[in-house]
């Protein structure tokens, strides 16, 4: 099973996939813990752990409601875990004028892989949008975080950006082999071979040619 949940004034991606034993992953809880439980709770759901794709506040303002609620692990990359701790780098005090902060329990990293069931998230380190930004792989998903949107990318101008990062980031997602089903940290689902169609960043050309 897989439900989105928009949460937050800035509609972040919640995602609850679930292995078929109903073990469930919690992917980039926002925002709105209450709401995250209570879809949880609808569908009994067993949440085994959080998620991460990157540090910043609108991904992470739900994390420490539910790791006490559940007692569970929170996984985020090492580059990325110091914004948990500090308002001021994951952009709750500039963007939002609010202490938000999360705890974290495991460091990923290129590579990892993190059971769940019958599942296996695979992690793949995209830097660009934050230095410790990553996508989660399981089977044919791409949970893409800010790193690719439907049509767009995530900006780079926020603590630990780098545009020529998510440059290379985006080239390297181009070059999967296959399709993927892409769940992105802000609006709709969309597929990696229509983003490689469609979206002049992951494509073949750029905005930047335009101008």
């Not at 559940?70 to 001021?88: G, K, N």
């Not at 780098?89 to 460091?107: C, F, H, Q, V, Y």
């Not at 440059?167 to 490689?196: I, M, N, Q």
Request: aromatic letters at 8%; hydrophobic letters at 35%.
């Amino acid at each position: 099973m897989l439900l989105t949940l928009p949460v937050g004034e800035l509609g972040t991606n919640c995602f609850l996939i679930s292995a078929r034993d109903g073990e469930t992953a919690v992917i980039d809880p926002g925002s709105q813990p209450e709401l995250i439980s209570a879809a949880l709770e609808q569908h009994n759901l067993a949440p085994k752990m959080i998620l991460l794709t990157h540090g910043h506040f609108d991904h992470i303002g739900a994390v420490q409601a539910l790791k006490e609620r559940y007692r569970l692990p929170v996984y985020v990359h090492e580059a990325d875990a110091e914004m948990l701790s500090s308002p001021e780098k994951n952009g709750g005090i500039s963007l939002m004028g609010r202490t938000i902060s999360a705890p974290w329990d495991e460091t990923v990293r290129e590579g990892s892989r993190i059971q769940l069931g019958d599942l296996c998230f695979r992690v793949l380190h995209t830097p660009g949008h934050s230095a410790g930004s990553v996508c989660y792989e399981t089977e044919d998903l791409l949970f893409s975080g800010d790193t690719l949107f439907c049509g767009g990318v995530g900006r780079t101008d926020l603590y630990g950006g780098s545009y020529p990062q998510l440059r290379a980031s985006l080239k390297r997602l181009a070059e999967l082999a296959g399709d993927r089903r892409v769940y992105p940290g802000h609006g709709p689902a969309t597929s990696l071979e229509k983003e490689r169609r469609q979206n002049p960043y992951l494509g073949n050309f750029d905005y930047d040619d335009l101008f």
